[in-house]
């Protein structure tokens, strides 16, 4: 199954994405879609541009952090190059692993806001708009309402920095909701109003919410101040409709929300390969942006 998976990625015909003027929104590609590729050695993260467009026809690109090689100088302009031969672009960088922007401890926190400078520099040398942060307390979750309202303090003072530093390269700072108290939409709303950063905003996922949470209403809230969404999927049957989500509902919540940048696609699913879903993915999105019209 890897050697075909690798053969189709590497070797199918790509499927051109039509973007004509009626079209509401752009697409990317997340590049967690191919993780499992990646982790496996069969692509690299320098073929992600390649393969964005010649097999799927898509021009976004939304890498992740975690799934590069070394990110030196010598890399980003290696990554770059490979951007600019395909005709591809970098729409932002998902950024994990760089510590913990509500962390108790202020040094620890104010810490984590610098860690994320230098994927500052690199988006911008790439050309995205934003870097997508975490929102994450650090020892333990906050309980109470008490906890939280102090975890969100916390958390204004670290994204203020970072924020700040991310202003002087014209980015946005985003935040998925990603677990934990960042999938709770009115956090982070309440963090997107208490820091009241032009260049601050939230990345909508559409699956990273637990069963007690309406994802739907969830979405609704952060769509006010999303710069970006993530269309996160699971499966897709043989009607092309996504079989988990009602994406006709989510992306009428999107479209209500004034959006129109662009939308990417996050495969997840585990019954059809990687390249599988994100083709499922952009058939539906090529569809249901054909029938809003």
């Given at each position: 199954?890897?050697?075909?998976?690798?053969?189709?990625?590497?070797?199918?015909?790509?499927?051109?994405?039509?973007?004509?003027?009626?079209?509401?929104?752009?697409?990317?590609?997340?590049?967690?879609?191919?993780?499992?590729?990646?982790?496996?050695?069969?692509?690299?993260?320098?073929?992600?541009?390649?393969i964005?467009?010649?097999?799927?026809?898509?021009?976004?690109?939304?890498?992740?952090?975690?799934?590069?090689?070394?990110?030196?100088?010598?890399?980003?302009?290696?990554?770059?190059?490979?951007?600019?031969?395909?005709?591809?672009?970098?729409?932002?960088?998902?950024?994990?692993?760089?510590?913990?922007?509500?962390?108790?401890e202020?040094?620890?926190?104010?810490?984590?806001?610098?860690?994320?400078?230098?994927?500052?520099d690199?988006?911008?040398?790439?050309?995205?708009?934003?870097?997508?942060?975490?929102?994450?307390?650090?020892?333990?979750q906050?309980?109470?309402?008490?906890?939280?309202?102090?975890?969100?303090?916390?958390?204004?003072?670290?994204f203020?920095?970072?924020?700040?530093?991310?202003?002087?390269?014209?980015?946005?700072?985003?935040?998925?909701?990603?677990?934990?108290?960042?999938?709770?939409?009115?956090v982070?709303?309440?963090?997107?109003?208490?820091?009241?950063?032009?260049?601050?905003?939230t990345?909508?996922?559409?699956?990273?919410?637990?069963?007690?949470?309406?994802?739907?209403?969830?979405?609704?809230?952060?769509?006010?101040?999303?710069?970006?969404?993530?269309?996160?999927?699971?499966?897709?049957?043989?009607?092309?409709?996504?079989?988990?989500?009602?994406?006709?509902?989510?992306?009428?919540?999107?479209?209500?929300?004034?959006?129109?940048?662009?939308?990417?696609?996050?495969?997840?699913?585990n019954?059809?390969?990687?390249?599988?879903?994100?083709?499922?993915?952009?058939?539906?999105?090529?569809q249901?942006?054909?029938?809003?019209?």
């Open positions: 199954m890897a050697s075909m998976e690798r053969r189709s990625l590497l070797a199918l015909p790509g499927l051109l994405f039509a973007q004509g003027p009626e079209k509401k929104f752009k697409l990317s590609l997340a590049q967690w879609s191919l993780h499992k590729a990646i982790q496996s050695r069969l692509i690299t993260n320098l073929d992600f541009p390649r964005a467009r010649e097999q799927f026809g898509i021009e976004g690109l939304e890498y992740v952090n975690q799934l590069w090689q070394a990110p030196t100088s010598d890399y980003v302009r290696r990554l770059k190059a490979s951007q600019v031969s395909t005709g591809t672009k970098c729409v932002l960088i998902m950024c994990d692993g760089e510590g913990f922007m509500g962390h108790p202020k040094p620890v926190r104010l810490a984590a806001a610098v860690n994320h400078y230098k994927w500052v690199i988006t911008a040398e790439l050309g995205g708009h934003s870097i997508r942060t975490n929102m994450y307390p650090g020892p333990k906050p309980e109470g309402a008490a906890e939280v309202a102090a975890f969100v303090d916390r958390c204004a003072e670290s203020t920095d970072l924020c700040a530093y991310a202003r002087k390269a014209n980015l946005n700072v985003i935040i998925e909701n990603h677990g934990g108290v960042s999938s709770q939409p009115e982070v709303v309440s963090l997107m109003k208490k820091v009241n950063a032009p260049n601050f905003g990345l909508p996922d559409f699956g990273n919410f637990p069963k007690e949470i309406d994802r739907y209403d969830a979405v609704k809230q952060l769509m006010p101040h999303a710069k970006g969404v993530s269309f996160k999927c699971f499966d897709f049957d043989a009607a092309g409709r996504e079989t988990t989500i009602d994406m006709d509902k989510m992306m009428g919540i999107v479209e209500a929300a004034g959006y129109r940048g662009y939308v990417g696609i996050e495969y997840e699913g019954r059809l390969t990687e390249f599988e879903g994100i083709q499922g993915a952009k058939r539906y999105l090529a249901w942006t054909a029938h809003a019209n």
